[in-house]
């Protein structure tokens, strides 16, 4: 079965403290994503890699950061964590798509944080 | 403009009866479109995928796609209280690799 490990299933952080949430995958995937999920906005994509040290922006990167120097693992970094990033954040991860990708991402089981 | 857009429910049905979800999309050059089941707490899965016009069955679910219409949906026969669940609907656009979400539908289905 594929695995893809989150770090932290939850935590809490202070406004302007730096916050990394980790994400290692165990099945040699070329791509991996950075989700956040908020009531009533679905799953908005952060970053993505498609493969080491390659990055790309999703929708919404502003105030994030992502390092991925292992193909196993995706890092998503918060340099100074505000309120508004609380939020659930789902790391996946995907074979490499052809035109007609079958899509399956798997996902991670979510770290909630919360920024006071 | 959202990429895909949802109603987001609740959609409620009875035991039983079939359960229609539903999905537009913006970009017409959306490959490929895909339904996934997120049980509350928990990560979502999939369910389901289509790339091509019409029906695709596999058990008790059909997608349904049409490109001119730009729409996509779930039906979902027979409907259980197991089925309970926030359905995302997600397409990936002219970048093979990168995946849209809509909101979800949450659907109860009631014993």
């Known amino acids: 079965d594929v695995k893809v490990t989150q770090s932290s299933r939850y935590l809490v952080k202070r406004t302007g403290e730096k916050v990394f949430l980790e994400c290692v995958q165990d099945?040699?995937?070329?791509?991996m994503f950075w989700y956040r999920q908020d009531p009533g906005l679905g799953l908005r994509l952060i970053y993505f890699?498609?493969?080491?040290?390659?990055?790309e922006k999703g929708d919404i990167p502003e105030g994030y950061s992502v390092s991925r120097e292992k193909k196993e693992r995706f890092s998503l970094i918060l340099e100074s964590a505000s309120t508004n990033q609380t939020s659930m954040y789902l790391c996946?991860?995907?074979?490499?798509?052809?035109?007609?990708?079958?899509?399956?991402?798997?996902f991670g089981e979510g770290s909630r944080l919360t920024v006071l | 403009q959202k990429e895909v857009e949802q109603n987001s429910g609740p959609l409620s049905v009875p035991e039983g009866a079939i359960a229609s979800l539903n999905c537009t999309y913006s970009?017409?050059?959306?490959?490929?479109f895909f339904w996934y089941r997120q049980y509350s707490g928990k990560s979502p899965e999939l369910i389901m995928f289509?790339?091509?016009?019409g029906d695709k069955e596999d058990g008790r679910f059909t997608a349904q796609l049409n490109k001119a219409s730009q729409y996509v949906s779930l039906l979902i026969r027979d409907s259980q209280p197991s089925d309970s669940a926030t359905y995302l609907c997600?397409?990936?656009?002219?970048?093979?690799?990168?995946?849209?979400f809509g909101s979800g539908t949450k659907l109860n289905v009631k014993p």
């Open positions: 996946a991860s995907n074979l490499q798509g052809a035109q007609f990708n079958t899509g399956e991402l798997f």
């Open positions: 289509i790339y091509s016009n």
């Open positions: 890699s498609y493969d080491v040290k390659m990055k």
């Open positions: 997600a397409v990936n656009g002219r970048n093979f690799n990168k995946f849209y």
């Open positions: 970009d017409r050059g959306s490959q490929s």
């Open positions: 099945m040699d995937h070329e791509n």
